[in-house]
Every structure is written in structure tokens, then in C-alpha cells.
């Protein structure tokens, strides 16, 4: 995504946050600047230098999301943009596997292995673990990143890539991505206040 980024604004001073060493040494290969670290240790920034955030499929990961949303608004200029993405609780199939009583997607109820679904491999055919620690619905995310201190710009839905191999729900998955209720991903743009 950086690359992107740097693509269409050369100029822009972009740096990454990542806490694995081959993701770490692959971006600093790509020229890319990256601070290897967790974002729960904090972000070693100066207070309102940075005029974008993008909290990419992070959030869902941490054990205290709340500390990393209060250094983000700390480290964001007046006015800066903070755009989170997560994956939906509340995503029309798992509100279908939830009837049936299947455990929806995105949770866990092990640190070993997944439990409670008849199609562990429904997705990106992995049965892997994911250390999904906080999972939100689209009212959740909004009433959380808001108290924080953030206003609410605009909340979108997205498609969740791992149907691309089943066309019919793939289908469907992008009919219902534009209600974020419903969606697979949440995506939230926001801005902390201006002074």
C-alpha cells in the first residue's frame, strides 16, 4: 500500500509500522522506512506530525486497542485523517453461520486451532489462526473510534477476498458490501477534530 502511495504523491514522507522481520526487511528492501515494532509500544512520533493514518487490519489483533487509538490522535495533525479498516462481526454470512450455530468467521475460540465451524476452509482455505482479539460490528468501531475523540466522516464496506474461489458468494459478498452493516469489512474514515 505504501508503494501505491508513493507512487501517486513521490513527495510525501511515508513510514511504516511493522512488527515482523521479514515484512520489516522486505519494506526496507522496497525503500519504504519502517519502524520495527509493536503499535501497542507506542508510535515514535512527535505529537501532530503525521497527517495520515492508515490502521490497516491491525485493530483486530491488539490486546488495547483504546492506548493505540489515544497515540494515533496524539501523533495526527488538527484536521489529520484516520482511516481504519477491520473485519465486520456483523457480515451477512456471519449472521447466516450464527442461525445455524456455527462460529462466525473472524473469531477464535482457541489459541491452538479453530473450533465450532463445519467449513473451516469457507474463505481462504486456511485453517490457521488469525489472533483476532477484538472483533467489531459497524455501530462498535463508529462508537469507539469516536470516543476517542475523532468525528465520524464516513463508513464504507468492502468485499472479503478469501470468496473469490466460490463466484456465487463472492457475488453476493459484493452485493452486500455497499451497506456496512452487512459488509465483510468495515472501512471508517475519520479526522480528529481541529483546534
Known sequence: MLE???ERSPQTVLLGI?????????ARRRGIAVFQQSVEDGLPLDDAS??????????EHLYD???CLDEIHRVLVPGGTLIVTTPNLASWFNR?????????????TSTRKKYGRVLTA????STDLQGHLRIYTRRALVDFISDV???????????????DAFKPVAYVDRMLSSLPEFASLLVVHAKKAER
Do not use: K, W
Not at 503525521?50 to 485493530?59: A, H, M, N, S
Not at 469457507?122 to 482455505?125: F, Q, S, V
Not at 468525528?151 to 470468496?163: D, K, L, N, P
Open 122 to 125: 469457507l474463505g481462504n482455505g
Open 4 to 6: 501505491r502511495l508513493r
Open 18 to 26: 511493522e512488527l515482523s522481520d521479514a515484512s520489516a526487511a522486505e
Open 50 to 59: 503525521v497527517d495520515l493514518v492508515v490502521f490497516g487490519e491491525v485493530i
Open 96 to 108: 447466516l453461520l450464527l442461525l445455524f450455530g456455527v462460529q462466525p468467521l473472524y473469531t477464535e
Open 65 to 67: 486497542p483504546d492506548a
Open 149 to 163: 475523540g475523532f468525528r465520524i466522516v464516513r463508513v464504507r464496506g468492502a468485499c472479503f477476498g478469501g470468496f
